[in-house]
């Protein structure tokens, strides 16, 4: 087992190994009441929501299922129906629904990597949501527990699974300069049976069951991931697969175009955590 498990909860887990994340995550659910569509994902997963399911408009309520099932699947005709259904509130019910999908995935996999949790609800407050998320994004990019080719690893398998054009087109010079390469990066499509480390394919694992099986993580991938990582890698893996999963607002809005055309891209998070494109390779 990974060094420094020991008998905490997931809440106190993610406070203490990233409390920075914690805190901005808790003024993302705080920025203004929560759209009723936050609800529909954890219900449609059979996680616990955010915020108790109220009516909303049934085109509303479909998108949202369908963003939180498989959001390839969200065609024109559905994007369509959410700006029709929603108005102008179509971005702000759109980041509700994302919170609403990847907050009780992040959870549930923390009280299930540590401990049953009471987590608090969403106190209403004032803010802008989406400002609030792009800093969560910042502050999630900024933690290094851990090494650049796996979380790059990591990174792929979510772009691969929800088929971002955007996601899939970059590569990490932090990862390349680490030695990874393209057969690197092509073996997350069959990793259980690549030549990656065994502490690589848990974490694949891990964001295969954030992504697909949420409410039922295999209790072998658990374990191998507290075999292969501390506390705080388990807790920033499990982080990076909802900031990498901030594509799926990009790939159910058709806003997920690649900045190239033929190729990759190469990019890298600065300090502050922001990212910057158009490298050149180490």
Not at 114 to 127: H, L, M, Q
Not at 251 to 279: K, Q, S
């Amino acid at each position: 087992m990974g060094d420094g498990w020991g008998e905490v909860d997931g809440l106190t887990a993610l406070r203490s190994n990233a409390p920075e994340a914690a805190e901005v995550l808790g003024r993302a659910l705080g920025a203004g009441t929560l759209d009723a569509a936050a609800a529909v994902p954890a219900r449609t997963l059979g996680l616990r929501p955010l915020v108790p399911e109220t009516p909303t408009h049934p085109l509303i309520t479909a998108f949202a299922e369908q963003f939180a099932v498989d959001v390839t699947q969200i065609d024109e005709l559905m994007r369509a129906e959410l700006a029709e259904a929603a108005g102008n509130r179509m971005f702000p019910v759109v980041m509700a629904i994302y919170l609403g999908d990847w907050v009780p995935r992040v959870r549930h996999a923390l009280d299930a990597l540590f401990g049953r949790s009471d987590w608090p609800a969403p106190t209403p407050g004032d803010g802008d949501r989406w400002a609030v998320i792009d800093e969560f994004q910042q502050v999630v990019a900024r933690l290094d527990a851990l090494d650049p080719v796996t979380a790059e690893l990591v990174r792929l398998r979510g772009a691969r699974q929800h088929e971002c054009r955007l996601c899939q087109s970059l590569r990490s010079r932090s990862a390349l300069a680490a030695g990874a390469d393209e057969s690197t990066f092509a073996a997350v499509d069959d990793f259980a049976d690549s030549d990656l480390s065994a502490a690589q394919k848990a974490a694949l694992a891990l964001t295969d069951a954030l992504i697909w099986t949420p409410d039922g993580i295999p209790e072998a991938t658990l374990a191998a991931v507290r075999e292969h990582f501390t506390p705080a890698q388990a807790v920033e893996l499990v982080l990076d697969v909802m900031r990498n999963a901030g594509n799926k607002i990009a790939v159910a809005l058709a806003a997920d175009a690649p900045n190239v055309t033929d190729g990759v891209e190469i990019y890298d998070i600065g300090p502050d955590g922001t990212l910057t494109y158009g490298l050149t390779a180490p």
